[in-house]
């Protein structure tokens, strides 16, 4: 059973003038104790899935789905204390802007502190009870590789360097032990040793305490040397999703190609001062997306039938929605291709 699993998720946006589906029948899967990285560049819908999973939706949009669901059960049908419940303990997310993300007027301590459950506490007078959760909020520090807590912990956020508030948001993320971590671009803007430093933590609690995570970046160089798998995500629709090292050595979907082959590092060959290969054009706006694939007017191999929108094909567990393939093996050509039901 998958730990989370969305089936045909589409999301409405109304703008005032118009209804726009900017999610189309999207799906996402993560098992227990695997990374798995959303990628997509910028505006294909990453937050967008992230939000539907927390709940936090507008009243402007609407959202429907065959399935989303935590360890089986049906997030839709439960009520919103029981998804809260869900998100307080279970589930938790790390953003991008972390300074944002903290209360300014609150020192970390307290912030800390608070983020802690009460189940986590044992029952004494209250002042006891503080002392518990500040000697927690100080292990937590550490756990996130925060040896001089003494620092930090009396300050508020704008006095706080955004690598430490990164690392300390991670902390309360992690303070309710939960079983999915979901960082949003959470490595964004980050000079590269920072980043690492912020990946490995993340995989140091993966190993260790079998955290899922899901992983949403546009950074395809950080987020491969750490998935295991990888869903990819092109202006709110899944063009192709399965195992990393499959998806690098064999990319199925010409959007998958191109995002590859736009990052130098994923080009053994490339000579130098050589140009990268970009699709023409730029991602549509929800105003006025094509219809069926909607890669299609940017798409090398578009074809008439691409205005249909292609239903998900695997081959084992590499799942793509295209009509026209790129490497698919000649056993696979040979057999009808299965079209599995997500
Ligand atoms: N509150 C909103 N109202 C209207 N449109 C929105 C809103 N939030 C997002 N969108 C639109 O939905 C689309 C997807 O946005 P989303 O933020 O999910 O992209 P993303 O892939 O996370 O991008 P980035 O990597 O830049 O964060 C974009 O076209 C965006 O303009």
């Known amino acids: 059973m998958a730990l989370l699993e969305i089936k045909n998720l589409t999301l409405f946006i109304d703008t005032g003038d118009e209804t726009v589906k900017a999610l189309d029948k999207v799906n996402l899967r993560l098992d227990e104790g695997e990374i798995k990285a959303l ?20 009243d402007t949009w609407s959202i429907k789905a065959d399935r989303i669901t935590y360890q089986g059960k049906s997030m839709q049908d439960m009520s919103p204390e029981q998804r809260r419940q869900i998100m307080r303990r279970e589930i938790a997310v790390v953003f991008q802007e972390p300074a944002s993300a903290l209360d300014p007027s609150v020192k970390i301590k307290e912030q800390i502190k608070e983020s802690i459950p009460d189940e986590f506490i044992e029952k004494a007078w209250p002042w006891q009870q503080s002392k518990q959760r500040e000697a927690l909020a100080i292990s937590l520090l550490h756990r996130v ?40 671009d959470s490595t964004r803007g980050m000079e590269s040793a920072t980043k690492t430093q912020i990946l490995r933590l993340l995989l140091k609690f993966n190993k260790t305490k079998k955290l899922a995570i899901l992983f949403v970046s546009h950074d ?14 092109y202006c709110g629709q899944t063009v192709e999703s399965g195992k990393v ?35 023409d054009g730029t991602i549509p706006t929800l105003q006025h997306l094509p219809i069926g694939c909607r890669l299609g007017p940017r798409c090398p191999n578009a074809r008439k039938e691409c205005v249909i929108v292609p239903s998900p094909r695997s081959i084992q567990d590499h799942l793509y929605s295209c009509h026209f393939p790129l490497h698919l093996p000649k056993s696979a050509k040979r057999k009808s291709i299965k079209v599995v039901s997500l």
Do not use: W
Not at 147 to 160: A, D, Q, V
Not at 251 to 276: E, R
């Open 220 to 233: 395809l160089l950080a987020i491969t040397s750490m998935a295991h798998s990888m869903t990819v995500l």
């Open 39 to 58: 990628v997509g560049e910028s505006g294909s819908g990453k937050t967008l899935i992230v939000r539907a999973i927390l709940g936090a939706i507008p």
């Open 145 to 184: 590789g925060i040896k001089n807590h003494g620092r930090y912990m009396n300050c508020y956020p704008h006095e706080i360097p955004a690598d430490v508030c990164q690392k300390i948001m991670i902390a309360m993320a992690l303070a309710s032990e939960p079983k999915i971590l979901i960082a949003d």
């Open 245 to 279: 090292k499959s998806l690098l050595k064999r990319p199925l979907h010409p959007y998958t190609k191109a995002l590859l082959d736009s990052a130098p590092s994923f080009q053994v060959s490339l000579a130098p001062k050589s140009k990268l290969v970009a699709l």
